[in-house]
């Protein structure tokens, strides 16, 4: 049960804030509160200084991709400030919160970072019985794709799934449909709403196995009195950046309204963005 940023731009570098406006970045921080399981965020940026081999090192590549995880909450992590004022010219943000009793640390931080690929996931990989995925050691994944992911949770099986349709060749759009092809066969009610970014691409996919918010999730949100906040909890939004080429998909929880631009992204539908030139387009898995 996590919360979603992220954005492509015309391959310009810009920051968070030069993306939300400051407003709009604290207000997604402060979903930290209930998602306080963690948080990270997976930027591609350009380096300002190359590196030298002559050392003995390897040359700096074209791009980039930092990566920066904590099991602290966003709320409380001062890095958050920090970062969401680092120019990139493109990025993924996850706010944490833990389902299925996965264990807070830090294997289980996203973003996931494989290949070159940077991953974040919303959704809870269970049966009607409440049975993870995690716990299903028959389920046909590769062990060490999985592996490569770093990661021991559902999403990190969902991430490796997606590794192995690029591995057999599919372009990184429908490698990612194929997975939730995939696995919808085995855990049809699930969340599949994902990013995905390289350094030349940038997917924003919402596959909600339902579309009616669960009891438990209203149950944890109005526990912090925000359960107003809650109704559309499986709903992602996007807007073309401001005065530039790109765009930016965000999960709900905080103000996005019709009139600043901002329209649903409907179910079973991606964003497939450049973050080189800032084009984008819609597409159905």
Request: aromatic share 10%; with cysteine; net charge negative.
């Amino acid at each position: 049960m996590c919360r979603l940023l992220g954005y492509a731009t015309a391959g310009e570098n810009a920051s968070l804030c030069d993306i939300l406006g400051d407003r709009l970045v604290s207000d997604f921080r402060e979903l930290s509160e209930i998602h306080n399981d963690g948080w990270g965020v997976a930027q591609v940026v350009s380096p300002s200084e190359r590196a030298d081999a002559a050392d003995g090192g390897a040359p700096t590549p074209e791009t980039n991709t930092k990566l920066y995880k904590s099991t602290v909450p966003a709320r409380h992590d001062s890095t958050f400030a920090t970062l969401s004022n680092e120019p990139a010219r493109g990025a993924l943000w996850h706010l944490r919160l833990a389902s299925s009793n996965l264990p807070l640390i830090m294997e289980n931080q996203q973003p996931f970072f494989a290949n070159g690929l940077s991953f974040i996931h919303n959704g809870d990989i269970s049966d009607s019985h409440g049975r993870n995925i995690t716990t299903n050691r028959t389920y046909p994944v590769s062990q060490p794709v999985f592996l490569s992911t770093g990661g021991r949770s559902d999403s990190a099986i969902f991430f490796a799934v997606i590794l192995e349709y690029i591995g057999f060749g599919f372009a990184l759009d429908e490698a990612v449909s194929q997975a939730v092809r995939e696995l919808r066969q085995a855990y049809p009610r699930s969340s599949y709403n994902c990013m995905i970014q390289s350094n030349d691409q940038f997917i924003a996919l919402c596959a909600a196995g339902r579309e009616r918010t669960s009891a438990r999730i209203v149950e944890v949100y109005e526990e912090y009195g925000r359960g107003e906040q809650a109704h559309d909890y499986r709903v992602m939004r996007y807007r073309e950046l401001r005065g530039k080429a790109g765009v930016v998909v965000t999960s709900s929880g905080y103000e996005q309204p019709a009139e600043a631009g901002w329209a649903d992204l409907e179910n079973d539908q991606m964003i497939v963005a450049s973050n080189r030139d800032g084009t984008f387009h819609l597409r159905s898995i």
